[in-house]
């Protein structure tokens, strides 16, 4: 015995194939909206639609997280949980220094002047990445911490070029910091010589100075310099370029142990990289390692002073994205650009026109006509 398939049902059909239970136009500001669908002339339905809303609709709530109590240099705390234990200093007014944290990048908790002591711990824990936990006792200051940013500040300090990290010079006075007591630097390699170090082959250090990554700087290009004399391994470049925020992947780390380095693919040239000069690696680069070419030129000739230099915000004029600028000024000319990174829009991040195409601004040839 066989039965026939059961059809939903359906209501009335128009005759333009269009079903009379829907009504397209229910909004009360469209033309026969009022009206039973069948009676609504086709052309309204089609060429005036509803109207649509006149702002995007606004993102969800965050979802309330519970407090977590924990103890910071004997003071009780409550954040939210996942908090991280840098989270929680910063709310309590804690200076906890950082060099290789971003708040719009990935924590990789690399350059260890972060770290803090917590009870029970075996070792100090960074605390730009560790999340807090109910009961934690975390102390910031104490002399196991001091001697350890102190000693992990005098090896970049003697290693690297620190000079236009102002952020890193503070923590060397902070932290009582001696960087020359490894010895006078080592002389600097020549162009190239780093990159061409193969990992696991041992290259012998001098016994007499103290190894230093200086080298001569990478000039290839009109927007951007890449001094790695200056480098510190922070990795903010490569998360910046890759899955943080540019999605490139035109530079990573190659090399092992004092060979590690920041590198393109097999060491080319920047125009012969996969790189799209987005700049977003100047905007978290901490120590000036990568520096606008204008900023470059600018010092080289003794003419940069960001006393004298003022931030603008404007919207990047090139698309619809209205992506948030900062232009920064110096005798009525602009130097350098960047993005807040509390920007909603932007994180802080550009693409090759918002960073770079401003030339024209300075094109301000003499005024014609009427």
Known sequence: MTHDAVKPARGPVSGDGLSMDRDPAGAANVPHAGE?????PLTDILLRPAARPSRPPEAPPEPVRAPVEITI????????????????CRAKGIDTPTLCYLENLTPVNVCRVCVVEVTGSRVLVPACSRKVEAGMDVTTDSDRVRLSRKMVLEFLGSSVDLSTAPAAQ???DRYDADPNRYGPAASPAKAGGRDAHEAGHHHPPPVDAAQTVAQPVKVDNDLYIRDYSKCILCYK??????EDAQNTFAIAVAGRGFDARISTESAVP?????????GNC????PTGALMFKSEFDMRAAGTWDESTQTVTETICPYCGVGCALELHVQDN???TVTSPLDSSVTDGHLCVK?????????????RTGA
Request: glycine share 14%; hydrophobic share 45%; charged share 10%.
């Open 36 to 40: 039973p669908p069948a009676a609504q």
């Open 354 to 366: 918002g960073r770079f195409g401003f030339a024209f601004v300075q094109s301000r040839g003499p």
């Open 73 to 88: 240099d004997g003071a009780a705390v409550a954040v939210p949980a996942g908090s991280t234990i840098l989270e929680a």
């Open 170 to 172: 503070g923590y060397l």
């Open 333 to 335: 000319t602009i130097v």
């Open 237 to 242: 470049c490569v998360e910046a370029c890759g």
């Open 282 to 285: 100047i905007g978290v680069c």
């Open 270 to 278: 920047l125009p012969e990289s996969a790189c799209v000069y987005c």
